[in-house]
């Protein structure tokens, strides 16, 4: 490790998880909300492209029963390269219908390519937006898409206009298909049905509650050709845009934790449980308090100053006043003149 080791420019990116592209590619495309995709398809499937309801036809990423995805295909297979689709689809008494067998299991077929399915959904999201908007008179909340994804935009209008004008009201009578596939939301685990409010509450809450970087969402192997999915990139992907700059001034690439182990011990004191922050205890704070009065702290001081002070030298003998000197107060004593005669050697001659 060197101290002003240089930083890679940017952070090293993982293995690119399709079903998370595409569905970020499907945003792009249709204009809606990347987040809001990628935690409906997480409380959808768990980012599994082949996931398939046991009480439903619901199928792939976001769970698509049979008539909304025809009606999907039949609206938007054109604008996306799907015209053959399209044309096999038709109207029979308000029901959509393809009468061709093997090309109905094509198009249905297609609820499992992530790709296809995620645009479909965004699609449906801003369909979905634009007639709640238009129903409620406001632009409806994250968490009321995903009720017009569940029940429907025209079911989700009236379940929101319900919770608001009788909120009491048992929620599975005015959706009983919708409770028959997804007890889970319509009745508590009692078994007891529960009001319009309540089921607004418990989807609004489900959706703003998903965790997408969930340890368990792992999307199927014939997705990605793995056995495991790079969920780091999920987690990445709704996690804010990490600072750059001074984070990584003096980093070598090692750690990517706050404080690294060794500064944490030295800021940790060992307890009978465990560790604990020194700082944290009243007795160990930076500045302590000191509970003793003025006149003891100053005597503690002064014993303290005495007792490691070390006292001056002694002065020379040959420095010292004469004994015979008399002592007069105030008075400094004075040597004579040095006599430098003594010093000096007499030659013969006068």
């Known amino acids: 490790m060197f101290l002003f080791t240089t930083p890679q420019s940017r952070e090293t990116t993982p293995t690119a998880n399709p079903v998370v592209s595409a569905i970020r590619d499907g945003a792009q495309k249709t204009g809606a909300g990347f987040d809001y995709l990628l935690k409906t398809a997480q409380r959808e499937s768990a980012l599994a492209p082949d996931a398939k309801a046991k009480t439903s036809s619901a199928t ?11 009606s999907m295909v039949k609206q938007e297979g054109p604008k ?3 015209q053959n689709y399209a044309d096999a689809i038709s109207d029979s008494g308000g029901r959509l219908t393809v009468s061709d067998p093997a090309m109905r299991d094509r198009i249905l077929q297609l609820r ?10 965004g699609a449906l999201t801003q369909k979905n937006r634009d007639q709640l908007a238009s129903a409620l008179g406001r632009q409806p909340q994250a968490g009321e898409l995903y009720m017009a994804h569940v029940l429907g935009s025209r079911g989700a209008s009236d379940l929101i206009k319900a919770a608001t004008s009788d909120p009491t009201r048992i929620a599975a009578r005015d959706f009983p298909e919708a409770a028959a596939a997804n007890r889970g939301i319509f009745y508590d685990k009692a078994g ?9 509450g418990v989807l609004a809450a489900s959706h703003a509650n998903t965790q997408v970087a969930a340890a368990s969402a792992q999307p199927s192997a014939a997705a990605n050709g793995a056995s495991e999915a790079p969920l ?10 990490r600072a750059k700059g001074l984070i990584g001034l003096f980093s070598t690439g090692g750690s990517r934790e706050p404080v690294s182990k060794a500064v944490a011990n030295l800021w940790t004191t060992p307890t009978a449980g465990g560790m604990k922050l020194a700082s944290l205890d009243a007795a160990e704070r930076y500045f302590p308090r000191v509970k003793n009065d003025a006149a003891s702290s100053s005597a503690a001081a002064s014993q303290a100053v005495a007792a ?7 002065r020379p003998a040959d420095l010292s006043m004469p004994a015979s000197a008399p002592a007069q107060a105030g008075a400094r004593s004075r040597r004579g003149p040095l006599d430098l005669s003594s010093f000096m050697t007499q030659r013969g001659g006068a």
């Open 60 to 70: 792939g990423l976001f769970q698509f029963i049979e008539q909304t995805w025809l």
């Open 80 to 82: 996306q390269g799907m």
């Open 112 to 121: 499992t390519d992530p790709q296809v399915s995620a645009v479909m959904a």
């Open 192 to 200: 007891s049905a529960r009001t319009v409010q309540e089921v607004y």
């Open 232 to 241: 780091a990139e999920i987690a990445a992907a709704l996690r804010p845009e």
């Open 308 to 314: 490691t002070a070390p006292l001056p030298p002694s």
